[in-house]
T-cell receptor, first 108, second 114 residues
Framework: EDKVVQSPLSLVVHEGDTVTLNCSYE??????LLWYKQEKKAPTFLFML????IEKKSGRLSSILDKKELFSILNITATQTGDSAVYLC????????FGPGTRLSVLP | EAQVTQNPRYLITVTGKKLTVTCSQN?????MSWYRQDPGLGLRQIYY???????DKGDVPEGYKVSRKEKRNFPLILESPSPNQTSLYFC?????????????FGEGSRLTVL
């Protein structure tokens, strides 16, 4: 059965801190791994990763995939209160499978 | 504009009164899916569809039906809603033609069953 695990499930930091969110997976016929940010509305797309070792970057956010070890990390540097959200990891094989999410709270 | 459109966005109904939540996408995507989201439980898949006339159960299909008669539409049907179906529902779509397509979400439908 396809499975996605995220850690930590919850994280509280202060503005300016750097955080690393983890996503590990087991999936048949892996095609891609996706990261989403969800505030009080629909998830918004952050990154899609398909190849190992290639970092995707957007501003203070970056992500990398390790297909050999079956995990990905999402890094957020110099966190801001606006980064407070649930971060969802999803893996696409035949179907999309979501992890439980990491709830990030950034305190001023 | 590429989008997934859900209706209604908000609905309050009563137990047993059949309702349909519509979902339509304008991106010619093969794959469509319904999720429900409840506090502390993350996104749980209800049903998904790989293409027209092809539907499969997700993790929590009980009490729901779907149909995929046209590529663009994927309605979610609650034949006899119950209070435990009070939830936030998301429809999503993706292309399967290109292996690397992202999943596009609708804005969500908040359903309350009294």
């Amino acid at each position: 059965e396809d499975k996605v695990v995220q850690s930590p499930l919850s994280l509280v930091v202060h503005e300016g801190d750097t955080v690393t969110l983890n996503c590990s997976y087991e999936v048949t016929n892996f095609r891609s791994l996706l990261w989403y940010k969800q505030e009080k509305k629909a998830p918004t797309f952050l990154f899609m990763l398909t190849s190992s070792g290639i970092e995707k970057k957007s501003g203070r956010l970056s992500s990398i995939l390790d297909k050999k070890e079956l995990f990905s990390i999402l890094n957020i540097t110099a966190t801001q209160t606006g980064d407070s959200a649930v971060y969802l990891c999803a893996v696409r094989g035949q179907n999309f499978v979501f992890g439980p999410g990491t709830r990030l709270s950034v305190l001023p | 504009e590429a989008q997934v459109t859900q209706n209604p966005r908000y609905l309050i109904t009563v137990t047993g009164k059949k309702l349909t939540v519509t979902c339509s996408q304008n991106m010619n995507h093969e794959y469509m899916s319904w999720y429900r989201q409840d506090p502390g439980l993350g996104l749980r898949q209800i049903y998904y569809s790989m293409n027209v006339e092809v539907t499969d159960k997700g993790d929590v299909p009980e009490g729901y039906k779907v149909s995929r008669k046209e590529k663009r539409n994927f309605p979610l049907i609650l034949e006899s809603p119950s209070p435990n179906q009070t939830s936030l529902y998301f429809c999503a779509s993706s292309s399967f033609s290109v292996n690397t397509g992202e999943l596009f979400f609708g804005e969500g439908s908040r359903l309350t069953v009294l």
